[in-house]
């Protein structure tokens, strides 16, 4: 049984970039969540998919955006990077929408030059 | 004041020994609450997941909810090397989609 899956694993781009990541959730879940983490701090919620819709959004500014797909899978998209953006962003799969017990994926780290 | 909060350590304790973690929350309305382990660099990886107050014990590890003063524990009992990570608590309450989390505890357990 696959756990939540990640990709890529690292990435380094520019200021004022655009970058997607990818997410499969774990097998029989259709919840993805995506947090960014922040060296030394804990996970901040950046957005909820459920049922190809963003259900929930924490608080960052639009340019981080997101999609779910019929599979269940997930992209996030940061457009016009920043250095402050250089983070390990985390997606989380869960069942029924309800955020119940999240599972994680490995992350990618993003780094922003 | 944040949501959840957490000694943010680095907490060294030799091998065998008892671990206690804590956290502190101030929204009442939380009423599930997990502990994650995260290795330097690697994804959380869930220990262990409650509802409300309460005890719980899997193996090694029992977690503490007493949400009448808005405290969480978590104990590791015989204490590893392997234990060595940092230990995140997190919180949500029966409407939120998202979790809260601490931002973690740093442990070493030293051989």
């Known amino acids: 049984d696959a756990g939540v899956t990640q990709s890529p694993t690292h990435l380094i781009k520019t200021r004022g970039q655009q970058v997607t990541l990818r997410c499969s959730p774990k097998?029989?879940?259709?919840?993805v969540s995506w947090y960014q983490q922040a060296l030394g701090q804990g996970p901040q919620f950046i957005f909820q998919?459920?049922?190809?819709?963003?259900?929930q959004r924490g608080n960052f500014p639009d340019r981080f955006s997101g999609h779910q797909f019929p599979n269940y899978s997930s992209e996030l998209n940061v457009n016009a990077l920043l250095l402050g953006d250089s983070a390990l962003y985390l997606c989380a799969s869960s069942r029924g929408g309800q955020g119940d017990t999240q599972y994680f994926g490995p992350g990618t780290r993003l780094t922003v030059l | 004041q944040k949501e959840v909060e957490q000694d943010p350590g680095p907490l060294s304790v030799p091998e065998g020994a008892i671990v206690s973690l804590n956290c502190t929350y101030s929204?009442?309305?939380?009423?599930?609450f997990m502990w994650y382990r995260q290795y330097s660099r690697k994804g959380p990886e869930l220990l262990m997941y409650t509802y409300s107050s309460g005890n719980k014990e899997d193996g090694r590890f029992t977690a503490q909810v007493d949400k009448s003063s808005k405290y969480i524990s978590l104990f590791i009992r015989d204490s590893q090397p392997s234990d060595s990570a940092t230990y995140l608590c997190?919180?949500?309450?029966?409407?939120?989609?998202?979790?809260?989390f601490g931002p973690g505890t740093r442990l070493s357990v030293l051989p």
């Open positions: 929204n009442s309305a939380f009423q599930y």
């Open positions: 097998s029989g879940h259709d919840t």
């Open positions: 997190a919180a949500r309450d029966n409407y939120g989609q998202n979790f809260v």
């Open positions: 998919y459920y049922e190809e819709e963003e259900r």
